[in-house]
């Protein structure tokens, strides 16, 4: 059975730092492409970042713009967990943070359709306040 669990949200002021967590099981991780989409209030869910399964030896990602530079997207494969850290965050990052995971094999992963992914986590809270 696939589950998807992720953690690390929480308060914290504009300019700082979170670490967000996707503790995943049931697949081989590798194989799978990560998504980490938000939600913000009133607003549709969007894709922030994501990586590829293994395609040779290595691992394609893409962040859409407003967070390029500052969220990095990585993998522990033999943890099974995804990890998305955030830098310099602004208030506009306030939004529940979830993961997702395709549901087959993929060399490739997309932030455009939600339909990509077929496994999602119940997401977590970031808020960015002063």
């Known amino acids: 059975q696939v589950q998807v669990v992720e953690s690390g949200g929480g308060l914290v002021q504009p300019g700082g730092s979170l670490r967000l967590t996707c503790a995943t099981s049931?697949?081989?991780?590798?194989?799978?492409?990560i998504g980490w989409f938000r939600q913000a209030p009133g607003k549709e869910r969007e894709g922030v970042s994501c990586?590829?399964?293994?395609?040779?030896?290595?691992?394609?990602?893409d962040y859409v713009d407003s967070v390029k530079g500052r969220f990095t997207i990585s993998r522990e494969n033999a943890k099974n967990t995804v990890y998305l850290e955030m830098n310099s965050l602004k208030v506009e990052d306030t939004a529940v943070y979830y993961c997702?995971?395709?549901?087959?094999?993929?060399?490739?992963?997309?932030?455009?359709?939600?339909?990509?992914?077929?496994?999602w986590g119940q997401g977590t809270q970031v808020t960015v306040s002063s």
């Open positions: 990586i590829s399964g293994i395609s040779g030896s290595d691992y394609g990602t």
């Open positions: 049931g697949f081989t991780l590798k194989e799978h492409a």
């Open positions: 997702a995971v395709s549901a087959y094999a993929r060399t490739w992963c997309g932030l455009g359709s939600l339909y990509d992914y077929g496994y």
